[in-house]
């Protein structure tokens, strides 16, 4: 092709142009909308899922022998921690227990069926997790046909990692917190302080202090350092009682109207090999 | 040194087998350094590299496209990021191998420059469609630096292996 004939050249490369602007935008948009995953998607998700969990799982039981490994060697300093604790462990228990009871009883005068504090959990394995730099997401092993759906919030082992984006009939797609997206859902927040409760959104994620951002704080009570940060639930779109993190600080913004609360995350989001998924 | 007729036929599953590679490879980094600093490997785009001057162009940029699309549906969910930027760095290595004469420093810098080229590609597409933000000095310094520090040693490592199996003397 040495004849360079400009105008046809321009057409083709405008008509591409159209063609990723537009696949882009649609793909972007039902991501947005919580839909259904259409079928090819399902197709290609679920085959490649397939692939990719059978041909590296020998990687994965290497990783998982070297894991048990290291847990081994930290075995007797975790065993001397714990037994401190477990003294004052079991008054809780009791004290829990009743509190269990009662509430069940009066959920039952109630007839509340489905509250906020109702869930069952779903572990997967982490499949793999999105290679972009850019795009914080993982690929789990469980899909439609387990009960997966759209939005649901998803843990690992204690502190909530992200939420469920796209579900396929045997994967799913999790968008974690640390994303940078700025179309995602927010989890509403509630922060215990000595004083009382704040409620607040979890808007984002500061990379250069690795600590989720909480804004959109209600009342002025002071919030201190180590105040726990727990989902709320409000909205109904995430169970409550999900812990987040605890605060390392709060900062007053630019305009000095709002507050920004700075919380690290329980749980580490770069070394995940099996999480839970909250229904 | 590899046969020419039937390369055409193992080439595209084996760009697939290399893009789960990539991703794992990733991962493992990623654990190692706690999150601070994102490895990200391109094996894919290196045995793309090496294929070049093997296969059609036509062939290239059909699985370039391809294997773009099952990694955006796969990994990201969006349709578009790594479809275009795949085929547009594909056409730059062919761009490349025209001009160029094929020399271990020339095909080093080319290496470096199609690195940051699918990098800075992929970031302004996202970008433009709001899908993150960056903030300029720590991503350079935690994600473009580790990145290309990464594909620069396995380029120095792979290169003799890989030039010896695809060029034939």
Same mark, same amino acid.
């Given at each position: 092709m040495k004849k360079f004939n400009p105008n046809k050249n321009i057409i083709i490369t405008l008509?591409?142009?159209?063609?990723?602007?537009?696949?882009?935008?649609?793909?972007?948009?039902?991501?947005?909308?919580?839909e259904k995953s259409s079928v090819i998607q399902v197709v290609i998700n679920d085959s490649v899922a397939f692939v990719d969990k059978v041909v590296f799982a020998p990687a994965r039981w290497f990783d998982n022998g070297v894991r048990s490994v290291q847990n081994l060697l930290v075995t007797y300093e975790e065993n001397e921690r714990l037994k401190e604790k477990i003294d004052a462990y079991d008054a809780l228990e009791r004290q829990n227990k009743s509190y269990e009871r009662e509430v069940a009883a009066?959920?039952?005068?109630? %007839?509340?069926?489905?509250?906020?504090?109702?869930?069952?959990?779903?572990?997967?394995?982490?499949?793999?997790?999105?290679?972009?730099?850019? +795009?914080?997401?993982? !690929?789990?092993?469980?899909?439609?046909?387990d009960?997966? =759906?759209?939005?649901?919030?998803?843990?690992?082992?204690?502190?909530?990692?992200?939420?469920?984006?796209?579900?396929?009939?045997?994967?799913?797609?999790?968008?974690?917190?640390?994303?940078?997206?700025?179309?995602?859902?927010?989890?509403?927040?509630?922060?215990?302080? %000595?004083?009382?409760?704040?409620?607040?959104? $979890?808007?984002g994620y500061d990379v250069t202090r690795d600590a989720l951002v909480v804004e959109q704080l209600t009342g002025k009570t002071p919030i201190s350092k180590d105040?726990?940060?727990?989902?709320?639930?409000?909205?109904?779109? /995430?169970?409550?009682?999900? $812990?987040?993190?605890?605060?390392? %600080?709060?900062?007053?913004?630019?305009?000095?109207?709002? +507050?920004?609360?700075?919380?690290?995350? &329980?749980?580490?989001?770069?070394? $995940?090999?099996?999480?839970?998924?909250i229904e | 040194m590899l046969k020419e007729e039937s390369f055409k036929y193992y080439a595209a599953p084996m760009f697939f087998f290399m893009m789960l590679v990539d991703a794992h490879l990733t991962r493992t980094f990623l654990s190692w350094s706690h999150g601070d600093y994102i490895w990200s490997t391109h094996l894919l785009l290196l045995?793309?590299?090496?294929?070049?001057?093997?296969? /059609? +162009?036509?062939y290239m940029i059909i699985s370039a496209l391809i294997i773009g699309s099952i990694f955006?549906?796969?990994? $990201?969910?969006?349709?578009?990021? &790594?479809? !275009?930027?795949?085929?547009?760095?594909?056409?730059?290595?062919?761009?490349? =191998? =025209?001009?160029?004469?094929?020399?271990?420093?020339?095909?080093?810098?080319?290496?470096?420059? @199609?690195?940051?080229?699918?990098?800075?590609?992929?970031?302004?597409? +996202?970008?433009?469609?709001? @899908?993150? /933000?960056?903030?300029i000095v720590y991503f350079v310094a935690h994600f473009l630096g580790p990145t290309l520090l990464v594909n620069i040693l396995i380029f120095a490592v792979l290169y003799y292996p890989l030039s010896k199996l695809f060029y034939s003397k």
């Amino acid at each position: 092709m040495k004849k360079f004939n400009p105008n046809k050249n321009i057409i083709i490369t405008l008509i591409l142009v159209i063609i990723a602007v537009g696949a882009l935008s649609l793909t972007v948009a039902q991501r947005a909308k919580d839909e259904k995953s259409s079928v090819i998607q399902v197709v290609i998700n679920d085959s490649v899922a397939f692939v990719d969990k059978v041909v590296f799982a020998p990687a994965r039981w290497f990783d998982n022998g070297v894991r048990s490994v290291q847990n081994l060697l930290v075995t007797y300093e975790e065993n001397e921690r714990l037994k401190e604790k477990i003294d004052a462990y079991d008054a809780l228990e009791r004290q829990n227990k009743s509190y269990e009871r009662e509430v069940a009883a009066l959920k039952e005068e109630l %007839e509340l069926n489905a509250t906020l504090t109702n869930f069952q959990k779903v572990t997967a394995n982490v499949i793999t997790r999105s290679p972009d730099s850019w +795009q914080d997401m993982l !690929v789990i092993d469980k899909g439609a046909t387990d009960g997966i =759906e759209v939005n649901m919030a998803v843990i690992a082992k204690h502190g909530l990692i992200g939420r469920v984006l796209e579900v396929n009939a045997m994967s799913s797609k999790v968008e974690l917190l640390t994303s940078e997206n700025q179309t995602s859902n927010h989890y509403p927040v509630r922060i215990s302080t %000595e004083k009382g409760e704040v409620f607040g959104l $979890l808007k984002g994620y500061d990379v250069t202090r690795d600590a989720l951002v909480v804004e959109q704080l209600t009342g002025k009570t002071p919030i201190s350092k180590d105040d726990i940060v727990q989902t709320s639930g409000l909205g109904g779109n /995430s169970p409550a009682d999900l $812990l987040v993190g605890t605060v390392i %600080e709060s900062e007053v913004d630019k305009f000095g109207l709002d +507050q920004k609360v700075y919380v690290k995350p &329980y749980a580490y989001s770069h070394d $995940l090999s099996v999480v839970t998924v909250i229904e | 040194m590899l046969k020419e007729e039937s390369f055409k036929y193992y080439a595209a599953p084996m760009f697939f087998f290399m893009m789960l590679v990539d991703a794992h490879l990733t991962r493992t980094f990623l654990s190692w350094s706690h999150g601070d600093y994102i490895w990200s490997t391109h094996l894919l785009l290196l045995i793309m590299f090496f294929a070049v001057t093997r296969l /059609s +162009q036509r062939y290239m940029i059909i699985s370039a496209l391809i294997i773009g699309s099952i990694f955006d549906v796969y990994y $990201l969910g969006v349709l578009g990021i &790594y479809a !275009v930027a795949f085929p547009l760095v594909v056409w730059l290595m062919y761009l490349l =191998e =025209e001009t160029l004469y094929k020399n271990l420093l020339t095909e080093s810098f080319g290496w470096i420059i @199609l690195v940051t080229c699918i990098e800075l590609i992929t970031l302004g597409i +996202q970008l433009l469609f709001k @899908l993150t /933000s960056i903030n300029i000095v720590y991503f350079v310094a935690h994600f473009l630096g580790p990145t290309l520090l990464v594909n620069i040693l396995i380029f120095a490592v792979l290169y003799y292996p890989l030039s010896k199996l695809f060029y034939s003397k």
